[in-house]
């Protein structure tokens, strides 16, 4: 069922709408969570800097996770070297959902 | 097998045509993690309504702890890590470090809900229980159903292990060991999100 069964793990799946790209080796996969520790020392340092203002710290803090986020989803979820279909579909859900509670909470909190 | 034919023909050959050219089960799980977004965005959404709007009980920053809360994400982190050594492992037909990794992801995503648990009765401990205020019960809401994810991601992770000490995973069936990933790696991004979001970005009233 897999194609990394029969063509090696360096191979990841072929797709009409997809690209073949070699997945990560286990030296870039230990490279990308030593990023991901060290934003989250990172991050939780930011948190106790007393004198950074408040709207600087939290857009600091949202990119820090943004790239978290990102690291996990390209690399550990292969959404880099994957099909693009499998890409949209993820992304598309995460922006239904970001703009749809982003409407909600701007209703909310602004009125 | 690698020398002469293209991959794509091997999966070709192994696949049953589909419309995606893809694997069935990749594109739903995909679909299905696209969907789940909708969910946790909802519990996100709603702390954040919530939480700067406690007129009784413990306010965000009376409770919580931040350095134990980091060690949990960071025990969260590194699962993810295990988890695509798995992956890596069955995808090279090493079974034995397949099994290994996927224990050790099961222990750390064990780690993390001990450590959750220990925060809830701390908490509640502390005069915040599921129905104190309108913050305890959105925080309670949004990191449970997180909890009941990692806890089902467990169930997963011990479930391949065990089937693959039976034989039940080879090589060929390295998708179930990608699809269980995948599940896993979601819940450690939403988990990203609830720690900038919940934990460390300051509450409207000043206190987290």
Known sequence: MSAHGSVGAEVAAVGAHGEQRPHPSVGQYVRVAIILGVVTAGEVGLYYLQAIPDGMLIALLVFFSAIKFSLVALWFMHLRFDSRLLRRLFVTGIILAGSVYAIVLATFLLR | METGIGAHEVVAAEHPPTST????????????????????????????????????????????????????????????????????????????????????????????????????????????????????????????????????????????????????????????????????????????????????????????
């Not at chain 2, 909708?38 to 965000?60: D, E, H, M, N």
Request: charged letters at 10%; a negative charge.
């Open chain 2, 21 to 208: 050219g893809m694997s069935n089960t990749k594109v739903a799980m995909w679909t299905f993690l696209a969907s789940e977004c909708l969910l946790f965005g909802a519990l996100i959404s709603t702390y954040l309504l919530y939480r700067g709007r406690v007129v009784s009980g413990p306010k965000p920053g009376d409770v919580y702890d931040i350095p134990f809360t980091s060690v949990s994400s960071f025990v969260l982190l590194m699962s993810s890590l295990t988890m695509v050594l798995a992956v890596h492992a069955i995808a090279e037909g090493d079974q034995a470090k397949c099994r290994t990794w996927l224990v050790a992801t099961a222990l750390l995503g064990m780690t993390f809900i001990s450590g959750q648990v220990y925060e809830f009765t701390t908490f509640v401990h502390e005069g915040l229980a599921l129905t104190t205020n309108v913050f305890s019960t959105a925080f309670f809401v949004l990191t449970g159903f997180h909890g009941a994810h990692v806890t089902v991601g467990i169930i997963m992770l011990l479930s391949l292990f065990g089937l693959s000490l039976d034989g039940k995973i080879p090589q060929s069936r390295a998708e179930t060991v990608e699809m269980v990933g995948l599940y896993w790696h979601f819940v450690d991004v939403v988990w990203i999100v609830i720690f900038t979001l919940v934990y460390l970005i300051p509450s409207p009233g000043g206190s987290a």
